[in-house]
Structure formats: structure tokens, C-alpha cells
């Protein structure tokens, strides 16, 4: 998300937030965006990649719930954040989607987790 009250016009990493932790843009955290402004930084990604891929505290949400990223309800696992008020939740193919492109950024040096 973009912070509250920041300005379009002069957007500094300080603006960029974490929709699911809430971390601040940084080199060594990379974010990948999803709809409307919404962000996921590599340490949720890893969280969530644990989570529907390897069923790690793997929630199904019901069916009011729309993933935060790609703004659908997907029958599928979902990863919740329970940092941030509202948990906000991402599905699984946001998560496939985000890993496959944070994996071709070289800079991101962001490795997909194993077993
Ligand atoms: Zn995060
Ligand atoms: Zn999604």
C-alpha cells in the first residue's frame, strides 16, 4: 500500500508499504505489486510461499474474502497475515505469480523456500 497522506507526485521508498506487515521498501526487501497499489514484500512472500505451498498455517478464508493482491476469492489456499489489522489474506496464485517474478530479478536474490 501506499502510505497515507503521501505524495503521488514525490514517492520515496519510505511511501511504499507492506500491505501484510507493514515493513517500509528496502534493496535487500523487495516488493512486488499487486492491484491497485497493493504490495507484498519478499519476507511475506516467503512466509506465504511456505504457507500454500507446503500447508504451514495455510487458511481458507470465506467466500466475502477477497485476496488482497488480485482482489478475487479463489477457491484455494490462502496465506493470512496476523500482524496487521483485518488480516489481510493472499491466495495462492498471487503467491505462484509473485515468486515466479521476484525469482527473475536478479536484485532480488530472493530464493523460493524449500521443504
Ligand atoms: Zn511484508
Ligand atoms: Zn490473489
Known sequence: M?????????MTAEDFLCDFCLVTWTQE?????????SLICSDCLTRAYRAVE???GATNVPEHVNCTL??????AP?????????????????????AAKLEKDPESRWERPGQ
Open 2 to 10: 501506499h502510505r497515507p497522506g503521501c505524495d503521488p507526485e514525490n
Open 29 to 37: 526487501n523487495p516488493f512486488i505489486e499487486g492491484h491497485r497499489g
Open 54 to 56: 507446503f500447508g504451514e
Open 70 to 75: 488480485c482482489l478475487l476469492h479463489r477457491d
Open 78 to 98: 490462502h496465506w493470512q497475515s496476523s500482524v496487521v489489522e483485518g488480516g489481510p489474506v493472499v491466495c495462492a496464485s498471487c503467491v505462484h505469480q509473485a
